[in-house]
């Protein structure tokens, strides 16, 4: 019986260690954290739309997106009265990352978008003002 015990004791425990270890679960995925680019466009807007101003100099634009082949697909303008500039910003880097990622392999027609500028009228900013600006 003495004999028996140990090697009884023996057999469990290393019948114990033998046994599999579950997987360890995944990280979590950032990409349920991230947005899709639709998504993050729609912030933009939703953040840009609240573009209040009394002079022009609130108005400004944001380039938004990638083009194919290069520049940004459009400009949107916002107001630093109403819209925290620094998460417009970070935004719309992470957007055009996105659009780069989506377009990576596609053609483009390498047109350039040109940056309008951004004006105050009627106490809104609105896309427009940099031909003004340039004279």
């Known amino acids: 019986m003495k004999i028996l015990f140990p090697a009884l004791l023996a057999a469990v425990l290393c019948g114990a260690c033998a046994a ?4 360890a679960a995944p990280p979590p995925s950032d990409a ?24 022009s100099s609130q108005c ?3 380039a938004l997106g990638a083009k194919a082949c290069g520049g940004p697909e459009a400009y949107l303008p916002w107001s630093s009265a109403s819209a925290d500039g620094a998460r417009l910003h970070a ?17 483009s027609d390498c047109s350039l978008v040109g940056d309008p500028g951004a ?5 809104r900013c609105q896309a427009g003002g940099a031909a003004d600006a340039a004279q």
């Open 60 to 62: 400004h634009s944001l």
């Open 32 to 55: 349920a954290d991230t947005p899709d680019a639709a998504a993050t466009l729609a912030r933009i807007r939703a953040l840009a739309a609240h573009n209040r101003c009394s002079s």
């Open 119 to 123: 004006v105050c009228r009627a106490g």
């Open 91 to 107: 935004l719309a880097r992470r957007y055009q990352a996105q659009r780069v990622k989506e377009n990576a392999g596609l053609a």
């Open 20 to 23: 599999p270890v579950p997987p």
